[in-house]
Nanobody, 120 residues
Framework: QVHLVESGGGVVQAGGSLRLSCEASAVVFRINTMGWYHQAPGKQRELVAEISNDDSANYADSGKGRFTISKNNTKNAVYLQMNSLKPEDTGVYFC??????????????WGPGILVTVSS
């Protein structure tokens, strides 16, 4: 199995910044894409940003100009730098990875989620 571990959440004042990290682990695997999703209280889970093998990135309109996604292939890690945070950014952020596990085949894995609270 491919396991994802997230870190970097917490409580910040509006206008502040956070950097979320996610590391993937398995015996032998490759990752095709990694991304971050946001689920506000009582709302559906929505894509925030994703990044592929060629380093191309896509952003939801809500985070454009404020959020930056990046990755470290050696560490099998993805990061989300969040600046100018707003109260509506509050919620649980989930890391997602898609790829191929050489022991189990294609995979699509979610992290357990990490809480971000932005106070006004």
């Amino acid at each position: 199995q491919v396991h994802l571990v997230e870190s970097g959440g917490g409580v910040v004042q509006a206008g502040g910044s956070l950097r979320l990290s996610c590391e993937a682990s398995a015996v032998v695997f490759r990752i095709n894409t990694m991304g971050w999703y946001h689920q506000a209280p009582g709302k559906q889970r929505e894509l925030v940003a994703e990044i592929s093998n060629d380093d191309s990135a896509n952003y939801a309109d809500s985070g454009k100009g404020r959020f930056t996604i990046s990755k470290n292939n050696t560490k099998n890690a993805v990061y989300l730098q969040m600046n100018s945070l707003k109260p509506e950014d509050t919620g649980v952020y989930f890391c997602k990875a898609d790829g191929f596990d050489y022991l189990n085949g294609d995979f699509s894995s979610w992290g357990p989620g990490i809480l971000v609270t932005v106070s006004s």
